[in-house]
């Protein structure tokens, strides 16, 4: 018992400050890939999770990167693409909606700027939120749903509770029952074996309640995508209020993401920076 | 090479209507069946005489090619230590009109699971199977359709009818009761449903129903370009990103006849061992969650954080993908990665060390693990188990040494020590797993000693040749995995099976919890620790 708490004390104070302090990713981290306007972009079919689709408008090829579904393998920044992608550092993701996270990109014509969203899709979202803010804002218990993952979601999820992490520092915690919790965090792309579950979990959760969508397969149906065993994503069957990209997000990425949900942090324009 | 006595033992289960040869591998043999009914006499060739044990099952549809019927390859492999190389397959033509096969489970229990799997998804029966129930799919999944047959369009929704209860075997009597549990766990981990029926503490039956996270990616991946694919097989599962990335490119590179350059395979066994033991050291602390020690807990989560921190700097993601590729890796190791790599490697041997000192100096954690939840020797032997939980059974099987992958398939004999303990009981897995980070520690440090300068990629040429199979067998955290790939006619995957290791210990864990009493089911589970993803796929 004494090595025990000379153990503890030896190792001394592990916890990381974030969000309180930025966290800086290492080098190889292979964030959200930036699309440089007007260079030579990959065609769509380099990307093995279907992230990249491209039309014509006015004559021009515009490019658009999906980042719910972006797996980060970092294929479409890999030679011959080099100069057109870069694997950005960005981890800090999360959107309160879907179509946030495309980011248009002209290919042909460096003149023309990246093109904007929608005047402010946040803004409704984020007013619908404010009662959970208020509600939930300074404590909130979750439930986590696995409702198909590989299970590299739920690991990260875990890891919220280790001593490096720690959320419980931030008012977050997880809890067993659904009838405890003010929401859910959900990971994976809702199999079918998982469907009727993940529509009872959500129904024993009392309102108002949040529903977070953590990783590809959970934000948009990712490389499993939408077929015999796999609805596709978890807004094809619950409300979702913050998609979190990512394969797997890291867990900085997921804490920022939990912290949109309840309105604490606001969501980055992403599409806007592009 | 073939062996000529094993080849004339074989056609003689077969009454002569056999024919045998080599491959896929130049090491392997496969065996055509004239009549699917002698399959369970040669089955027990292999498993007798030969001391064979099964590896894989693998369904294809091929009503599409010439043959125009259904096939179904068993996949056996020698259990003795020191054995060669091998992989015996024994193949039949399935009457797509009348799908039924011999069921070899009462002879052969592995069988058990890929027969019902093949089943559901093939519409294959196994006759005189003694539990067809189904499987992999679940509530209200409409008779007569298989969504592994070509003409399954697998992009097409199968709606779901909730179903209250599944058909599971029912006790009666005094005092006897049921327990379900799940499929929704009350901690953060992957879905699976057990439904204990017990009197009063005492385990009479337990039921695992699993296949949740059934997502269809055999399915998901067929007529893929094998190097898309590549991307759905390292993402089947997160704790085994690296394993099962490694032994899809390994199928592949033998179907595209390509060799990783030397520097590549040992970056690829670098990470494989980086991947045992991020798990194996968090599996230690896990295991103390279940006995109710929190600063093993604690220690071991610590410690698995900086490994896994550590994967992020040398791969760019915390779950060491983007670094295996096809043909090789995409990331090499520079000095200075190699000396955080050192340093974090002796910090975690230091860490592992208090920890288990810790966890052996604690009567109250040392009393719950010991003698709870054994497996015996020989139902590990019959259920083909993989990994820790065999060779914690005394079984001396490890596929880095029994079917050489990564470095240890290079020119120079790289030693492994294969830890083995005979007691088959949580404490027995515990000491393993611990042992056996210790020695992927060691293995790293020799792995990295070998690196010399070199390139990281050999070129796979698209369209890869087509109809030809890959088959290859990894030691992941879990144990082996046998991956299996062929291609069509065009070069893309006709099919791919993964079985991975989990697939075929889970039913071992149901043993090992019948002589656990309810409480302990945690603590049984967790000193398993199985993947649900890679079983479920
Ligand atoms: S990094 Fe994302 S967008 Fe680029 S190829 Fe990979 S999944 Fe597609």
């Not at chain 1, 720690?166 to 965090?185: C, E, K, Q």
């Not at chain 2, 091929?62 to 230590?81: N, Q």
């Amino acid at each position: 018992m004494l090595r025990i708490l000379v153990n503890a004390l030896r190792t001394g104070v592990v916890t990381t400050r974030y969000p309180a302090e930025p966290s800086v990713p290492p080098d190889r981290f292979r964030g959200a890939p930036v699309l440089r306007p007007g260079s030579a972009l990959p065609p769509p079919a380099v990307c093995p999770a279907g992230a990249l689709s491209e039309h014509l408008d006015a004559g021009r090829r515009h490019v658009v990167l999906d980042l719910a579904r972006c797996v980060f393998c970092g294929r479409c920044a890999e030679d011959p693409w080099v100069d057109a992608v870069t694997m950005g550092r960005d981890f800090e993701l999360a959107a309160r909606c879907r179509d946030d996270l495309r980011i248009e990109v002209v290919a042909d014509d460096p003149t023309v700027p990246a093109a904007g969203p929608a005047p402010d899709p946040d803004a409704e979202a984020a007013r619908a939120s404010s009662e959970i803010h208020r509600v939930l804002g300074r404590s909130l218990h979750l439930r986590h749903l696995d409702a198909g993952s590989c299970n590299a979601c739920d690991w990260e999820l875990a890891a919220l509770l280790n001593p490096v992490y720690d959320v419980r520092r931030l008012g977050i915690d997880f809890v067993a029952s659904p009838r405890h919790a003010d929401g859910v965090v959900v990971t994976g792309s809702v199999t079918r074996n998982l469907e009727t579950a993940v529509r009872r979990t959500f129904d024993a959760i009392p309102d108002p309640r949040v529903v977070i969508a953590v990783g590809a397969c959970a934000a948009s149906g990712g490389i499993v995508g939408k077929g015999y065993a796999s609805a596709g994503g978890v807004d094809r069957v619950l409300p979702v209020d913050v998609y979190i990209p990512g394969c797997p997000p890291r867990p900085e990425a997921i804490i920022f993401g939990i912290l949109v949900a309840v309105g604490r942090l606001s969501a980055r324009r992403l599409a806007r920076e592009g | 090479m073939a062996d000529p006595a094993l080849m004339d033992a074989l056609r003689a289960g077969a009454g002569g209507s056999a024919d045998a040869d080599v491959g896929p591998r130049p090491s392997d043999l496969t065996v055509r069946l004239g009549r699917a009914g002698d399959l369970p006499a040669v089955a027990a060739v292999l498993i007798g005489p030969y001391s064979m044990a099964l590896a894989t099952v693998v369904a294809t549809d091929e009503t599409a090619t010439p043959d125009g019927d259904l096939k179904v390859r068993y996949v056996f492999e020698p259990t003795a230590p020191g054995a060669p190389d091998r992989f015996v397959t024994l193949l039949i033509s399935v009457d797509a009109a009348h799908p039924e096969v011999p069921s070899l489970t009462t002879a052969v229990p592995a069988a058990n699971w890929h027969e019902r799997e093949m089943q559901d998804l093939f519409g294959i029966v196994s006759v005189g199977h003694p539990d067809p129930r189904p499987l992999v799919v679940h509530d209200g999944w409409p008779q007569g359709v298989f969504p592994l047959r070509k003409a399954f369009d697998g992009s097409q929704r199968v709606p779901v009818e909730p179903a209250d209860e599944f058909p599971h075997l029912v006790a009666e009597g005094e005092g006897v009761f049921e327990i379900p549990v799940g499929p929704i766990h009350a901690g953060i981990i992957e879905p699976g449903h057990f439904r204990f029926t017990s009197v009063g503490e005492t385990v009479l039956n337990l039921d695992a129903r699993l296949f949740y996270t059934h997502r269809g990616l055999e399915k998901r991946m067929e007529g893929l370009s094998p190097l898309d694919a590549f991307y759905v097989a390292e993402r089947i599962c997160g704790v085994c990103s690296v394993a099962h990335g490694l032994g899809y490119c390994e199928a592949l590179e033998q179907i595209a006849d390509v060799t990783a350059p030397p520097r590549a395979r040992l970056i690829r066994s670098i990470a494989l061992e980086l991947e045992r033991l991020y798990n194996h050291v968090g599996d230690v602390g896990n295991v103390c969650a279940g006995a109710s020690f929190h600063y093993g807990t604690a220690a071991g989560m610590r410690l698995k954080e900086r490994l896994q921190q550590m994967n992020e700097r040398l791969a760019g993601n915390r779950f060491l993908r983007g670094l295996v590729v096809p043909g090789g890796v995409r990331l090499d190791l520079s000095d200075d990665l190699l000396g955080v790599l050192a340093v974090t490697l002796q910090d975690t041997l230091a860490g592992l060390d208090s920890l288990m000192e810790r966890i052996e100096a604690n009567p109250s954690v040392v009393d719950r693990l010991d003698d709870t939840g054994i497996l015996q020797h020989q139902a590990a032997l019959d259920l083909a188990v993989a990994g820790v939980a065999a060779r914690a059974s005394g079984v001396d099987r490890d596929a880095r040494r029994d079917h050489p992958h990564g470095a240890f398939a290079g020119p120079e004999p790289l030693d492994l020590h294969v830890v083995i303990a005979s007691e088959g009981d949580a404490m027995a897995r515990v000491t393993v797993r611990a042992l056996e980070a210790r020695e992927s520690i060691r293995l790293v440090g020799e792995l990295v000693r070998r690196l010399e300068p070199g390139p990281l990629q050999v070129a796979l040429v698209e369209p890869l040749p087509g109809g030809r199979i890959g088959i290859s067998a990894i030691e992941s955290a879990r144990g082996e995995a046998v991956h299996w790939l062929r291609t069509d006619a065009a070069g893309r995957v006709e099919r791919y099976h993964l079985r991975s290791p989990s697939y075929h210990n889970w039913p071992a864990v149901v043993l090992a919890a019948e002589t656990a009493i309810v409480p302990d089911f945690p603590l049984v589970n967790k000193s398993f620790e199985l993947c649900y993803s890679c079983t479920d796929r």
